[in-house]
């Protein structure tokens, strides 16, 4: 027996800028599900935010050991990135708040985590537990508009 993909999900934080778990799942495929819309001020100017979600394996008994993300697909636009992080709380825990969008978690570190080789390790999820990871969502100045600019974020394991 093993982990199914389904199994796997990625739920927000509290209003998405850390502290606990919710039951609101980032659905793949919903425009502005994790991230806002960006603004034609913040295109104009450039801007960065932050986001926290927990990859929480939803399997009944089988734990996903040494799990791992990466971004399988980062976004169309060439001025726009995505980077992502391990949080700071423990597996299961409960991961620091920020104050706003604007504020950067402390002690952690971005990474474009474009592939396998470059991903963040998230650790042993036991099933029904959870592991926060924060995203970064860099706009550079003067980005023009893109219809639909997301990432494809993959989070894989074993079940040995």
Partial sequence: MSIISSEIKLFR???SLG??????EVVDGVLHNLF??????????????YRCAYVQNTHGTITLEEAISYIA?????????????????AVGGIEQAIV???TAPAGVTFVTAVDIANAIALGDIPAGSHRA?????????????TPIDGITLTTRGSTV
Avoid: C
């Fill in 133 to 145: 990871i924060w995203f970064e969502r860099v706009v550079d100045a003067g980005t023009l508009a």
């Fill in 19 to 24: 502290g606990a778990i919710t039951v609101d």
């Fill in 73 to 89: 697909a980062n976004t169309a636009s060439t001025t726009t990135a995505i980077r992502i992080a391990v949080g700071t709380s």
């Fill in 13 to 15: 934080s509290t209003n």
């Fill in 100 to 102: 706003d969008e604007s």
């Fill in 36 to 49: 806002d819309k960006v603004t034609s001020d913040e295109s104009a100017a450039g801007d960065t935010e």
